[in-house]
Nanobody, 118 residues
Framework: QVQLAESGGGSVQAGDSLRLSCVFW????????MGWFRQAPGKERELVAQ???????YEADSVKGRFTNSRDNAKNIVYLQMNSLKPEDTAIYYC????????????WGQGTQVTVSG
């Protein structure tokens, strides 16, 4: 059974940085695609970043150049480095995963709040 646990959220000022971490509990981490989603109040959840089992990355246009996601297959962890944060980045950030044979994300973490003021 796979479980995810995010950490690293917090309240910061515009222009600051945060790094979110997501620990993958389970087997065969390297066979899973990892994604970061966020949901702001009153808005739909959106995919922010994704990293495949092979390390190919995707970042949404709204965060490209500011956010970087990476994975450490030896430690079963994925990271979302968020730089130059803006107030519009305020949201609950969720880590999610799907096996490489699955088309949709079906395992989710509990979420971590990121609040950017200023």
């Amino acid at each position: 059974q796979v479980q995810l646990a995010e950490s690293g959220g917090g309240s910061v000022q515009a222009g600051d940085s945060l790094r979110l971490s997501c620990v993958f509990w389970g087997r065969s981490f390297s066979s899973y695609v990892m994604g970061w989603f966020r949901q702001a109040p009153g808005k739909e959840r959106e995919l922010v970043a994704q990293i495949t089992a092979g390390g190919s990355t995707y970042e949404a246009d709204s965060v490209k150049g500011r956010f970087t996601n990476s994975r450490d297959n030896a430690k079963n962890i994925v990271y979302l480095q968020m730089n130059s944060l803006k107030p519009e980045d305020t949201a609950i950030y969720y880590c999610a995963t799907k096996h490489i044979s699955t088309s949709t994300y079906d395992i989710w973490g509990q979420g971590t709040q990121v609040t950017v003021s200023g």
